[in-house]
């Protein structure tokens, strides 16, 4: 894609979305979060950590974590199928990430789909969010039709960019599934195609599930179809497995990694002490994020209880993207902030 850069445009005119009569055609429009500026402050204390989640239809994409900031730049790029349905509205949402607790909303905004193919090849515009006092977002989008156009009827730059939009191909399916119309593999869209690999690092005061004595944790982590065990730390409450767990990706329809830890016992079932349930997206921020050390995240069920976790994406970029080799694999390395994690029950 032909990048605009992140330039603020010093006015919004432009293409509109009442241009192409309400009429959207069949194709993939390519959103690019660029940045945000003046966003609300939601803590006592500090900046926020901003990140956007954007949805269409049944499509969603999340941005990167930012930071410590009331003005991240993302520079994110979300594609969507078109149309989904009979959904006519993109939707973006800022949130601060919050270690405890649930994310607060720093604002959002609703764009007509018609907009959003308007804004093709122009530079990029701010939009003010909606339900807050102040904040501002910059996007830009691309458009491709099913023929390698563009909005404006001209070869797009999008065109030859990912083989299953390539004007050149006939073999497209022929689905109603809207992620599926353009040959995409099942679950491409907002995943990565490949494996991911965590290493479950440690845990902190679990909770005591034993009358006597400590306890003898483990914890399982489970992926679709797959799982992964670590070894037993016998009479703690702080065990430290510095454990590697691979997973094949996708799996199905799944977007769900859970980690639960048990208590191990002789006698009886294993008691839990708590889990956790981490989206893809989730996965990919944690895999995305620069620092060192992991993330911590709060075990749920239970009174107490952290776990340290990694991630990298080892994506198979040639399986969802036509001009790379399908062994090709493509690392994102796991370095991560300590103790930044939050609660996602």
């Keep these: 894609m032909k990048k605009r850069g992140s330039v603020d445009p010093n006015s919004t005119s432009g293409r509109r979305g009442s241009d192409l009569n309400g009429e959207v055609p069949e194709g993939k429009v390519v959103m690019t979060l660029v940045k945000a500026k003046d966003l609300i402050k939601s803590d006592l204390i500090g900046k926020s950590d901003p990140y956007a989640v954007l949805t269409y239809g049944l499509q969603q994409h ?103 939009l390539d004007p050149s191909r006939n073999n497209r399916k022929d689905s109603s599934d809207p992620l599926n119309k353009y040959g995409l593999p099942e679950c491409s869209q907002g995943m990565p195609v490949g494996k991911a690999r965590f290493n479950i690092i440690r845990a902190k005061d679990l909770i005591k599930t034993d009358l006597v004595g400590k306890s003898d944790p483990y914890a399982v982590m489970k992926y679709g179809k797959q799982q992964n065990k670590t070894p037993v730390v016998k009479n703690s409450q702080n065990p430290e497995w510095n454990h590697e767990a691979d997973f094949e990706i996708p799996d199905g329809d799944n977007r769900t990694f859970s980690v639960e830890v048990f208590d191990s016992d002789k006698i009886g079932k294993d008691k839990s002490m708590g889990k956790l349930d981490l989206d893809i997206a989730d996965v990919e921020d944690m895999a995305d994020v620069e620092g060192a050390g992991g993330r911590w995240y709060p075990l749920n069920g239970v009174k107490s209880g952290q776990i340290l976790l990694s991630s990298e994406i080892l994506e198979q970029v040639g399986k969802a993207r036509g001009n790379v080799p399908f062994d090709a694999l493509a690392r994102k390395e796991s370095f991560d902030p300590l103790e930044s994690g939050r609660n996602k029950s």
């Design 62 to 164: 999340k941005t990167p974590v930012v930071k410590n900031t009331q003005d991240p730049t993302w520079n994110h790029e979300a594609p969507f199928l078109i149309p989904d349905g009979d959904d006519q509205t993109v939707n973006i949402e800022v949130f601060d990430s919050d270690k405890i607790g649930k994310d607060k909303s720093l604002g959002s905004l609703n764009l007509d789909l018609a907009d959003v193919v308007a804004m093709d090849g122009e530079e990029g515009r701010w939009y003010p969010l909606e339900g807050v006092k102040s904040g501002h977002i910059l996007l830009m989008s691309d458009f491709v039709d099913q023929f390698g156009n563009d909005s404006r009827g001209q070869p797009s730059s999008l065109a030859n960019k990912d083989g299953s």
